[in-house]
């Protein structure tokens, strides 16, 4: 438990033990489920944490609460990682009532079964008053599920975001930010969007300007540090990453059987080395421990203009992981890069030419009309300086 004013709580958890957020997404260095409580009059839990916490997470309430009891939940978003443990709570505090919106209903049914009778709905703008203080309710639909919205406690100046703003990464003692903390989780932050969030980018851009009305002194997100001293790089984060804004530099990204379509890609990154042009390689094919794949690939995705995939030829097809990744970045409604393809192949290419549509499909600027090479890589046969050149 961690006191952040004299009416606000975090109540929160780190996850240090989960292999695959979603059962998809590497977690290297952890990542939190957030939860506060805002102490007042009445007293409101916002949002619950992940199951496998309950021991950890009452321990916490408890210690914010010196005996109260908690009088409301307010659920700013029902994904299970921050809403498992609702059943839990209205078990455990009778007179408690769940504050959610008309969308979140069924999924309170859905999930939880939980009776109609104990939910109060609020609408666009509504607010819950608390005493001293109150809590006002913005919809921000799709960011990152339809029910989605966010509460705001005008008192303390303080966003409960809900995942808008939220980063992949356990978050230290201390809870709130200070100076240098969004360096620390930016490279976390732009994996947690591009991976979790970046489908929605039109929905996240409603929300920021349905935002930007409001004084934010604080955000407390459902993941990562509670932000105060960093909130412009954190919303300027979000808001060029939803407007699919680049910097020049080249994403390559492969899958290698025997390692020929690895190594071309490696002379690629020796050659744009070479040149000074910035460049991030991620294999795909899970040769390699501890590398992020796809998910590492997409936070490159949303960072750099050119998009570089090399795939050999495989059942005179794609091979299979980086035709997901092609899968996700029609997905992630991905725009506006540069793309270029090329692959090795044993008897009949047709990984590159498959590749070229499916970029094409995405109205990608195709640079050229791809790299496809016979059998082993080598120098002679694979002039990747002359590919290198045209990415610059
Ligand atoms: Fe962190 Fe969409 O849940």
Redesign the pocket.
């Known amino acids: 438990m961690k006191k952040i004013s004299d009416r606000l709580f975090y109540v929160g958890v780190n996850d240090d033990d989960k292999v695959l957020f979603e059962g998809l997404w590497p977690l290297p260095v952890g990542v939190s ?1 957030n939860s506060y409580i805002v102490k007042d009059e009445k007293v409101a839990l916002i949002d619950t944490v992940e199951s496998g916490f309950e021991e950890e997470y009452l321990a916490n309430i408890d210690e914010a609460l010196e005996g109260r009891a908690i009088d409301y939940l307010v659920v700013n ?1 029902m ?4 809403s498992s443990l609702i059943s839990l709570m209205l078990e455990r505090y009778p007179d408690l009532k769940i504050v959610a919106n008309s969308k979140t209903v069924p999924m309170l049914s859905g999930y939880y079964a939980v009776p109609q009778e104990r939910v109060t709905v609020m609408g666009e703008g509504e607010s819950l008053d608390l005493g001293s203080c109150s809590l006002r309710f913005h919809m921000i639909p799709m960011v ?2 339809p029910e ?1 919205m966010v509460t705001w406690l005008e008192e303390e100046g303080t966003l409960f975001s ?2 808008a703003f ?1 980063t992949f990464g356990s978050i230290d003692d201390d809870v709130v930010d200070s100076e240098g903390t969004f360096d620390e989780f930016r490279d976390e932050m732009m994996r947690y969007y591009s991976n ?2 970046g489908k929605y980018g039109n929905p996240v851009q409603s929300a920021l300007k349905r935002l930007s009305g409001l004084e934010i002194k604080r955000i407390c997100s ?2 990562g540090p509670v932000w105060e001293k960093n909130i412009p790089q954190v919303v300027s984060l979000y808001d060029k990453m939803s407007r699919y804004e680049t910097e020049r530099g080249v994403c390559i990204v492969y899958g290698s059987m025997y390692g020929n379509t690895a190594a071309a890609a490696d002379a690629l990154a020796m050659e744009l080395e070479a040149l000074g042009v910035p460049y991030s390689v991620h294999d795909l094919a899970g040769n390699n421990a501890g590398e992020l794949g796809v998910s590492g690939a997409l936070r490159d995705v949303f960072k750099y203009d050119t998009i570089v995939v090399g795939s050999p030829t495989y059942n005179n097809g794609i091979y299979p992981p980086v035709e997901t990744f092609m899968k996700a970045l029609q997905s992630r409604l991905i725009k506006g890069r540069r793309f270029y393809a090329f692959g090795s192949y044993t008897w009949a290419g047709a990984s590159v030419r498959l590749l070229n549509e499916a970029a094409s499909a995405l109205n990608f600027e195709i640079l050229g009309e791809g790299l496809s090479f016979p059998q082993a890589y080598s120098r002679d046969k694979v002039d990747m300086a002359a590919v290198a050149e045209l990415l610059k």
């Open positions: 489920y978003h994904e299970p990682d921050h990152h599920w989605t809900g995942d939220g979790i969030v459902t993941h």
